[in-house]
């Protein structure tokens, strides 16, 4: 297993990695929307929030040598799922391979955040 971790993206804020590779496959942390030059949260709306959690797991990708057209599944946790239709625009600008996904609303998130995802990505050919 190899840890990824790159300053392009949040520092882990708890005893876990950003990321690891184990074989062929790259399994990134969930990522929130905090700006990594800052350490502080995106705006406080849906939209600029879920852009900063693409950024960062692009991020993490770009750092494992993937992007995202390599990702199989992705996790989705949203605060309120009344934000779905909005955060699910974004995310399909991103996610044009259209992996697997779960996308749950949730009671609280870290930081009390709107949103956070969480990737699996495809190394091999």
């Known amino acids: 297993m190899k840890v990824i971790s790159t300053e392009k993206a949040p520092a882990a804020i708890g005893p ?21 030059e800052t350490g502080e949260i995106a705006k406080m709306t849906i939209e600029a929030q879920t852009e900063q ?12 040598g993937a992007d995202y057209e390599k990702v199989v599944k992705t996790s989705c946790f949203l605060a ?34 709107l949103c956070e995802v969480e990737v699996i990505a495809y190394l091999g050919e």
């Open 16 to 36: 876990y990695s950003q990321g690891i590779i184990a074989g062929d496959f790259f399994f990134a942390s969930g990522q929130i929307a905090i700006i990594p």
């Open 53 to 64: 959690v693409m950024k960062n797991i692009g991020a993490l990708l770009a750092a494992a």
């Open 80 to 113: 309120d799922m009344a934000d779905f239709g909005a955060f699910n625009e974004i995310y399909g600008r991103y996610f044009t391979g259209k992996p697997a996904r779960s996308c749950v609303a949730v009671k609280t998130l870290p930081k009390n955040v």
